[in-house]
């Protein structure tokens, strides 16, 4: 694809090291990030996952601990909570499919609960007001996985800022890409300083910590990776615009198809994904036609289903989160990328209105 950068790519075999620890270039994007997105640390590692993990562990959150987590959402925050030995705890979502539904997580506190993980779907971000009202009440950290939700704004602040730590993904297809990556945003130096650390193998800890101290990881962003999701960093207003031109062209070009029904598009709102209600019989089949297709969407491309139906993350049985199960079973999310070229899209939606006309499951 052909991607235009604001800033040159790193000369292949240029060491641009200031210490052994970080890059020069990483610094820089970090700043960047601090100041565009209005907090005081920012530190970039090599994905959303990693940037997850760290998390959890940086709060020293671990084996005994319980985490609170949404039952819609992707798997990787989930596995996270298993990186670090704790435990997670499926909590349904509310009718909008945004919010934690925050009588369903009271049900679901103990004394082990330590933390929040709201997951940022689709790029949708609840007004933070009820959320950190109920995690200040019951002493709980707020680790908020903006990975989709890069560029959306809720209450005067940018998604991934209302919390204890934001983390964020910078793989292909987020709002700033750099093929692989990711990055943490915090305002608590004791968190950033802990994370930082844990990144690259607790080398360099903080002050009152000795080197080695902790175990830790390599997620160290690599410095090409680092100068090109900071080139896109700068980008980010042209970025956001042509991502939710993309999402409007796309429900513009759906909108007398009667089986897709617009989710209303919050105030904020970063246009991740164009979103549809399904009104089809069997609408996880029809997802799966239209990626067959080549129209990639959450369920039919990357199998999307609420979390805690997965075996694989679930550490112990609970009742099932049946609204998050309806809501994702029903969504139609259309993956963009900023280089899909608008004769592309109305290609996609050609496609997607005929198959939906046709469907007959
Ligand atoms: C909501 C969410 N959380 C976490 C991740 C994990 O990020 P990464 O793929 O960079 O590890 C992703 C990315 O796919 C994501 O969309």
């Known amino acids: 694809m052909n ?10 075999g240029t060491p641009h090291t200031s210490t052994p620890f970080t890059t020069e270039r990483a610094r820089a994007y970090e700043h960047d990030l601090t100041r565009t997105l209005g907090v005081t640390h920012a530190i970039s590692v090599s994905s959303g996952t990693a940037a997850l993990h760290v998390a959890l562990l940086a709060a020293g959150i671990g084996p005994g601990d319980e985490v609170l987590v949404p039952a819609l959402t992707v798997p990787m925050p989930i596995a996270a909570v298993h990186h670090a030995g704790a435990t997670p705890v499926f909590v349904d979502c509310d009718a909008d499919g945004i919010d934690l539904d925050l009588n369903d997580a009271a049900t679901k506190l103990t004394p082990r609960s330590r933390a929040l993980l ?3 779907l689709w790029g949708r971000v609840p007004d933070p007001v009820d959320l950190h009202a109920f995690a200040g009440e019951h002493r709980l950290l707020v680790i908020e996985d903006a990975c989709q939700a890069i560029g959306t704004r809720t209450g005067g602040q940018w998604a991934g800022t209302h919390g204890d730590i934001g983390c964020f993904s910078t793989k292909d297809g987020k709002l700033i890409w750099s093929g692989e990556g990711g990055f943490l945003l915090t305002n608590d130096a004791t968190l950033a300083g802990e994370a930082r650390a844990l990144s690259n193998h607790y080398l360099a800890p903080p002050a009152d910590r000795s080197p080695l101290a902790r175990i830790g990881y390599n997620y160290r962003l690599a410095e090409s990776l680092a100068a090109h999701a900071h080139s896109n960093l700068i980008r980010l207003t042209e970025l956001l615009a042509r991502r939710r031109a993309q999402a409007a062209l796309l429900t513009r070009l759906l909108h007398d198809v009667d089986q897709l029904e ?8 970063n246009g991740y994904s164009a979103l549809f209600r399904i009104h089809l019989d069997e609408p996880r089949a029809f997802c799966a036609l239209l990626a067959a297709h080549g129209v990639p969407n959450s369920v039919g491309t990357f199998h999307l289903t609420a979390a805690d139906r997965r075996p694989a993350l679930v550490s112990r049985p609970a009742p099932a989160c049946h609204r998050a199960a309806r809501f994702i079973d029903r969504t139609l999310a259309l993956v963009l990328h900023d280089a899909l070229p608008d004769e592309h899209l109305h290609t996609l939606a050609t496609t997607i209105a005929k198959e939906a006309r046709a469907w007959t499951p």
């Open 262 to 269: 617009p989710l209303p598009a919050p105030a904020g709102w």
């Open 3 to 12: 991607r235009t950068s604001a800033a040159p790519p790193p000369t292949p």
């Open 118 to 120: 709201p997951v940022h």
